[in-house]
Structure formats: C-alpha cells, structure tokens
T-cell receptor
Framework: GDSVTQMEGPVTLSEEAFLTINCTYTATGYPSLFWYVQYPGEGLQLLLKATKADDKGSNKGFEATYRKETTSFHLEKGSVQVSDSAVYFCALSGSARQLTFGSGTQLTVLP | DAGITQSPRHKVTETGTPVTLRCHQTENHRYMYWYRQDPGHGLRLIHYSYGVKDTDKGEVSDGYSVSRSKTEDFLLTLESATSSQTSVYFC??????????????FGPGTRLLVL
C-alpha cells in the first residue's frame, strides 16, 4: 500500500538557518504530493503541493520538488523564522484516493 | 479559513462509555473525513463520507462508527470507549475528494482522554 516516510524530529534551528525536511514515498501509479503544516493548538493547513513529476510547489518561502526518480518530496526553506515553528507533515494522494500522511516533523526555530 | 467546527474541543470520559464527536461545516463540501493523530503515527484515517448517508472505512475504523444525515454534519461515535482511543481527533472536508486537486481543510481538533 501507499506509505510516506519523513525524517525524524524534532529539528531545532536558529533564525535565518536553512531548512530541509526529508520526505520519501512509496505508491503505485502517479500520486500527488503535499506538505501540510500544523501550528500549536490548531488543525493542519495545506502548505504546498505538486501533482506530477518535476513539479515544484512553493508557498511562504517554502519549496518542494516532486522527484519521481528518487520518490522524494523534500521540503526546503532558505531562511527560517521563529514563526515557522510548527509540525510539518508530508502526504500523498495515490491509488487508494485517500490522503496518506507521514508521521510529522516538529520544527523549532530559536531567535 | 474554511468553516469547520468540532465539538466538543476537549472531553474526558471513562472506559466503556459511549462518546460522540461532531464535525460541522458551512462550506457545503461533499467529502468529510475523520482522522486520529497520535505521536509517531501522523494522521490516520478512521472513516470518511462522500455524501449524505454514504460512508466508508479508513485505515483504523475498528471501534468507531460514523453517520452523516445532513451535508453539513459528520458524527463520529465510539460505542464503548477504550484507553487506546485516547487521541486527538480531526475532522477534514474536501470539495473534490482525493486526487490531483485534492486539498483537505481541517478543523481545530478534539482532544479525547479515556480513563
């Protein structure tokens, strides 16, 4: 079945540092890929998505490129801010026509 | 923000008691979902609905039932709560269902503690 593997957290960075959160997936066919973010005490919000190979999703300075050859969708940001502290979830929508989530990565950004 | 509310937001109950959680939307979206969130597991789908009275099971449906008698309301029932059902429960809605244009909008969550 479909599955998503994210890098283990928690991740702690200083403000303005470069961020990478790794995400790899297993799926049949051609899934769509998503990053969701969960701020403390809130539900999940869509951060960005990509629907086919080599697509790049971007939003609020975050980027992720759909790499079919490596089955990856790593999240990156060039300069993180304290306000980016949250839990980040990688997810895919595949052949089962349901969202499958990774386990989440907690990010803390220190001033 | 998508118009999704969940009630109650917090609940403490005892093992063996029935519990019903409510999700209410004002967006008139066709699809509604119930997830549970547990450390190390991300979000796992419990049940979902693709229309009034149309529901299906997700990955972790054992011990849960759902009902949808109106477009705007999706109820999750724990018939006899167990400690393993202590979790944070999220409702989500989607206009198009799963697929390339899938975007799910999430409610604020219900924190359930079963003693």
């Amino acid at each position: 079945g479909d599955s998503v593997t994210q890098m283990e957290g928690p991740v702690t960075l200083s403000e303005e540092a470069f961020l990478t959160i790794n995400c790899t997936y297993t799926a049949t066919g051609y899934p769509s890929l998503f990053w969701y973010v969960q701020y403390p005490g809130e539900g999940l919000q869509l951060l960005l998505k990509a629907t086919k190979a080599d697509d790049k999703g971007s939003n609020k300075g975050f980027e992720a490129t759909y790499r079919k050859e490596t089955t990856s969708f790593h999240l990156e940001k060039g300069s993180v801010q304290v306000s980016d502290s949250a839990v980040y979830f990688c997810a895919l929508s595949g052949s089962a026509r349901q969202l499958t989530f990774g386990s989440g990565t907690q990010l803390t950004v220190l001033p | 923000d998508a118009g999704i509310t969940q009630s109650p937001r917090h609940k403490v109950t005892e093992t063996g008691t029935p519990v019903t959680l409510r999700c209410h939307q004002t967006e008139n979206h066709r699809y509604m979902y119930w997830y549970r969130q547990d450390p190390g597991h991300g979000l796992r789908l419990i049940h979902y609905s693709y229309g009034v009275k149309d529901t299906d099971k997700g990955e972790v449906s054992d011990g849960y039932s759902v009902s949808r008698s109106k477009t705007e309301d999706f109820l999750l029932t724990l018939e006899s709560a167990t400690s393993s059902q202590t979790s944070v429960y999220f409702c989500a809605i989607s206009e198009l269902g799963a697929g390339p244009q899938e975007t799910q909008y999430f409610g604020p969550g219900t924190r359930l503690l079963v003693l």
